[in-house]
């Protein structure tokens, strides 16, 4: 066991953690959330570059690794989608539309939420290529990161971290009385922007990341005997 499988088993443990505690309905237990996301992105890039540079790099690594990164993407997409769909989750008296989710992106546009297709795509992605994957490498060939991949990876850290904030920043603003200031407003619209573009920039890399995949490794795997 070295240091960087020991960082990524405990991001690994992480997980169910920073699922678990954008659901709490207090400031500090969701900027707690917020702060552990941001370790675990920290330290996905630091075990890497550890293993890379230390020479460590080892077959538990190559194996823990990539389902640390599935593990996280999910603990935060649910968290994500089920905060900010467009409805809030309580049932709304009979006759009565139910109150958007203050938990929505706010953006000079409008209220953005987190539709369920783009859940489905992101994850969906990430099946298809683990797939593609461990298919390629019983026929013998090896798919290396491309530079859209590695993007997409940015923003979605940027996506998901802009969305962990704002559940903290906005349930403090709700618990100190600020939702009726200016710089409030000026804030959550610089915010719901950042999560917006970046979520946009996230799903646009995800299917032309799997679609320069295809395309780059497709006519070798097809070639290669399995």
């Known amino acids: 066991m070295n240091l960087p499988n020991a960082i990524t088993i405990g991001r690994i443990a992480l997980t169910p953690l920073i699922a678990w505690l954008p659901f709490a309905p207090t400031w500090s237990a969701r900027l707690a959330g917020f702060a552990l996301f941001l370790f675990a992105a920290i330290t996905d890039w630091w075990d890497g570059h550890l293993a890379r540079t230390r ?5 538990l690594g190559r194996l823990l690794d990539p389902l640390a990164d599935k593990l996280l993407l999910v603990a ?13 989750l ?5 006759g009565v539309l139910p109150e958007p989710s203050p938990l929505l992106f706010v953006t000079p546009f409008g209220r953005i939420s987190l539709p369920g297709w783009i859940v489905a795509v992101v994850i969906g992605r990430e099946v ?20 859209p991949a590695k993007w997409k990876t940015t923003f979605q850290s940027i996506w998901t971290g802009a969305a962990f904030f704002w ?8 618990a100190k009385g600020w939702l009726a200031l200016g710089w409030w407003n000026s804030f959550a619209h610089f915010n719901g922007l950042v999560g917006t573009i970046s979520m946009v920039g996230a799903v646009g890399l995800t299917l032309w990341s799997l679609v320069l995949y295809f395309t780059r490794y497709g006519p070798a795997f097809l070639k290669a005997r399995a």
């Open 55 to 59: 020479n460590l790099v080892t077959d």
């Open 76 to 88: 935060t997409l649910v968290p994500m989608y089920m905060l900010q769909q467009h409805y809030t």
């Open 90 to 94: 309580i049932a709304p008296l009979e």
């Open 128 to 147: 298809v290529m683990t797939v593609f994957r461990q298919l390629a490498a019983r026929r013998g060939l090896v798919i290396s990161a491309i530079g």
């Open 167 to 174: 559940f903290f920043a906005r349930t403090l603003a709700d």
